[in-house]
């Protein structure tokens, strides 16, 4: 019988006479593998159990480690019996011949080849290292689950690299250089950590005669190394470049060959082929000599963590290699912010395309756009020439004539020019070369639309998924996987930047007893943010410092002061509130922001304006030198213009709703005006630009509370009452007022207090919590009767007359509406009269008093009819449906309920809009048609509740209700969440007739 052989390096696999064993997935391939790992070595049961179980080992985990082994030793045992697994203490041992164990094998040979090497015997040396490196099948015992066995795994892939090192180490002395490069090129991108690959190539390519590609060679390595890791290369590759410009870099030395002693030459050379060692190699020729023949291969080693998507792949291959019969030169351009990995990107196709598109070379240069002073056309072409053969007593001295040479040089030959980090178009054009069978691929932060015909691809973050593989590949995917969480929010803290990410990556690889969690709290504070983005000399503000200092003065600045802004995207006015400018066009300041990638376009304005945003870590960095270079006084008046333009808006606004200023206090701050084409552009659907920039203008209410601007925050809150009333956002309501209201209380204001708590007793009264609604109203009246502000007094009076109405106390609303009135027109404020006028209409219905409460009626509409306020005509026509309900006109209320339905969703009214869904509910069981009263009640409730409007929800659940007698189940369930909320609220009346109905069974 055949022995059995394992295989550990790879896949786990087991292989006999018959072919591969189908092994049980799962505790015997772990145990398995831990016991193949240690052949003929015991393993102890302790070991096996945290192997499976970790931390956690359930009761009887020993006895599941003891039915496992049972069943392993029936498998082995029936395929053959010269492999055995035994038991000694503490655990147990699996018997067989170490030659039939790759990861044995692969020991043992490696063993034998380093003896060999101590002998002198270098080509037997390296022929055992290939036969060594050639049992891996792929990564020690991958797709195995098991993490501890991880570590045990990942040190034999090291042993694996190790050996392939000193087998190319002994080539590189036998003198075998031009045969490495293209296998070291391939290494040092799949190992890019890896320094002595790196030094291995630099020898190599130094020896076979491309002194020049050596040096790029060590620049490549420098580089990742300090944007990856933030750390300069090792002592020993900066000695190799040191060497290679002064001339001393010394060939490899080819030992003298050493004689094995008789006695020990069995044990030296067992296994080894017998043929003859190759004649020595003659000492390498002078680069100069090569130069004219050379074949340029300059690329940077690529990333072997790179993700990118495959249709972006597939079209610059096709854009750079072309299709039959292209007549032009391929022409690409990559752009984007910094830290996007364009270089990466660039880089990554280049040599995905080098040997089938290009065979006849590639040409690298880093431009140094954004790296102190830009390579010029002159010094790249310069390069490139000797690059391609041309010696350097012959390169002309004009850019003219170089350009010529390279492009008659370029003419018959298929070669990929590599442009990276341009400064712009001016830089690339006289590089183009003339021959179809070339292409040019360029990276940029500038958007380098002049070249011409250029295929562009704009890079942008990485999208959530790539972002998660690329942390997985450089932190490993066992650690992402245990904390899922942590990483998903790790990559949102980093707005998904791959700079920002390989940053934070490499910390956590450098540290692998850091948690992801713990990385993510580092990031949390925006303040230190920048800080932890750094990982020895590459850090992520660096990299920001490069374009911010190529930006004008009056860029940088406008920069700063735009990373004030709270607000998700920014409109194009911010600008020249910021910059005190009132120039037409407002986007022309933004830009020059945009054309470098410090801000993106995040969409485009009915007015056809654009709106823009930042990414999250350019903020910080933004905010950062805000901090450094202005004084908080002029933060602060920066601040005051930047909130005194959406103040202006908000009040253009609220004019545009109400007719003009009407229902509402102003304060004395002063405003920024935009533009006047653009703020009526913008405001030709006032209620829409609300909704539009409702957090814009909630965060600003917050951020001058915050700053101290008191009387800028205030004004907006209670402006923007009009979006919270119309929309039913009462949080949001209450969150701006409570916000401003510490402002206000803060600084003494007492105009301000007062307003913001009237304000707040509507609020408060709209969620019928009259109690607390009464003592705000109360404490504001005090104020503005001591103040004399009669519109304030206006105000207050007529949500008091609302909250006595609602509780039966009719003579007194009447009172308080009588008052009310007096102060409105004290104040000038038409429609708060009318206002008024429409809400005790609804007083003098309830009493009989028809004829008083349609004179009301008509007197109101007239006014809304007069400044143009289409709310108010809704709301009072409202009244008139109840007013001929009242009177029994029901088909006509119907009509009227539903024209003013209509308005209502017409101007996105959503109260409104559940008030008479609830109206035509009542009209249809008054009219005797309970089928269609329970759809209008069931529509009231989603309407209400939609909008968090839980007190009208439950008047339209009690409503609905009443109409199911006939269903119990049903009724309980509408009725009892509408208790809840009665009991909350404090409405006595609705709670009883609730609890009698639920009482009663129904």
Known sequence: MSPLAFRVLGPLQVHGPDGPLRLPPGRQEVILAALLLETNRVVSTNHLVDLIWEDNPPETARTQVQICVSRLRKLLAGADGEVSITTRPPGYVLHTDAGNVDAALFTDLVLRARRLREHGELDRAVRLLRDAVTLWQGD???????GPLANK????????????????????????YDGLVGELQRLTCEHPLREKLRGQLIQALYWSGRQAEALEAFRTARRFLAEELGLEPSRELRELESAILAGRLPAPAAPAPVRVPADRAGEETAGAESEEAPEPTAAPPSPEALRQDAVPHQLPAAVADFVSDAGRLAALEEALTGRPGRTT??????????????????????????????????????????????????????????????????????LDERAEMYRTRLASRRVLVVLDDAAGEGQVLPLLPGSRGCAVLVTGRARLTALPGAHRVELDVLAEDQALELLSRIVGRERVAGEAAAAEALVRTVGRLPLALRIVAARLAARPHW???????????????????????????????????????EDRRLLRLLSMAQAPTLPSWLAGALLDDRRPFPSDLMEPLVDVQMLDVAGVERTGGFRYRFHEIIRVYAREQLAAHHTPEARQEALARMAGGWMHLAQQAHRKVYGGDFTVLHGDAPRWEPPASYTDEVLADPLAWLDAEQASLCGMVEHTADAGLHDLSWDLATSLVTLFEVRGHYDLW??????????????????????????LGSLYMSRNQFDTARQALNSALDVFQALDEPMGEALCRRDMALIARTSGDDTAALELYRRSLADFDRAGDVVGRAIVLTQSAHIRMRQGEI?????????????????????????????????????????????????????????GDVIGEGHLLRDLGHAFVIMGRPDRARDFYDRAVTAREGVMDFSGGALARLDLARLLDAEPGRSRELLVPAVEVFRERRMGRELAEAERLLASGC
């Open 734 to 759: 209450e969150q701006t007022h409570l916000s401003a209201l510490a402002a206000v209380r803060k600084a003494g204001n007492l105009r301000g207090t007062a307003a913001i708590r009237a304000s």
């Open 153 to 176: 795994a990942r040190q034999l892939n090291e042993e694996r690299l190790t050996a392939v090192e000193l087998r190319i180490q002994l080539e590189l002395e036998l003198g075998r």
């Open 329 to 398: 030169v391929g022409l690409a351009a990559i752009t984007g912010k910094p830290g996007t990995g364009k270089s990466t990107l660039a880089v990554h196709v280049a040599h995905m395309l080098s040997e089938t598109g290009f065979p006849d070379g590639q040409l690298y240069c880093d431009l140094r756009g954004t790296t102190g002073t830009p390579a010029t056309p002159e010094e790249v072409l310069g390069r490139f020439l000797r690059a391609l053969g041309i010696p350097g007593q012959l390169i002309p001295e004009s």
């Open 515 to 553: 948690t992801l969690a713990s990385m993510v709290q580092r990031l949390a504070n925006e303040r230190h943010r920048l800080d932890e983005l750094a990982h020895g000399e590459m850090t992520m503000r660096a990299s920001l410092s490069l374009t911010y200092e190529g930006l004008a003065p």
């Open 851 to 907: 004829t008083e409460a349609q004179n009301q009626l008509d007197e109101a509409l007239d006014i809304y009819e007069g400044v143009g306020y289409t709310g108010g005509r809704a709301r009072t026509l409202r009244r008139v449906g109840q007013l001929l309900l009242e009177q029994g006109r029901s088909d006509l209320a119907v009509l009227t309920f539903t024209e003013v339905l209509e308005l209502c969703r017409d101007s």
């Open 140 to 146: 020690c015992l991958s797709g195995l689950d098991s």
